[in-house]
Nanobody, 117 residues
């Protein structure tokens, strides 16, 4: 079993910054971090930032230039640095990982990000 735990969410003013963390534990040998997703009330879950199969990064157009995804394999942790936050970024943010070439998929419990003055 693999467990993913997100942290770092909270309430920030427009223009502020947050760094989200996703820590993996359990049977983590061979685990690959996929990326970050978010979901606002009434909306479908959408991809925010992800690692490609070649190790490059992809970002949603709405966050390009503001968000940065990274990972620390030694710490079994993935991060999302969020700068210049906007009210439209308000959502629950989830991390996703996989094993076995995508045969096994894992989700964290989510962390709330609220951008408001």
């Amino acid at each position: 079993q693999v467990q993913l735990v997100e942290s770092g969410g909270g309430l920030v003013q427009p223009g502020g910054s947050l760094r989200l963390s996703c820590a993996a534990s359990g049977s983590i040998f061979g685990i690959n971090f996929v990326g970050w997703y978010r979901q606002a009330p009434g909306n479908e879950r959408e991809l925010v930032a992800a690692f490609t199969s070649s190790g490059s990064t992809n970002y949603a157009d709405s966050v390009k230039g503001r968000f940065t995804i990274s990972r620390d394999r030694a710490k079994n942790t993935m991060y999302l640095q969020m700068n210049s936050l906007k009210p439209e970024d308000t959502a629950v943010y989830y991390c996703k990982a996989q094993k076995g070439g995508g045969y096994y998929n894992y989700w964290g419990q989510g962390t709330q990000v609220t951008v408001s003055s």
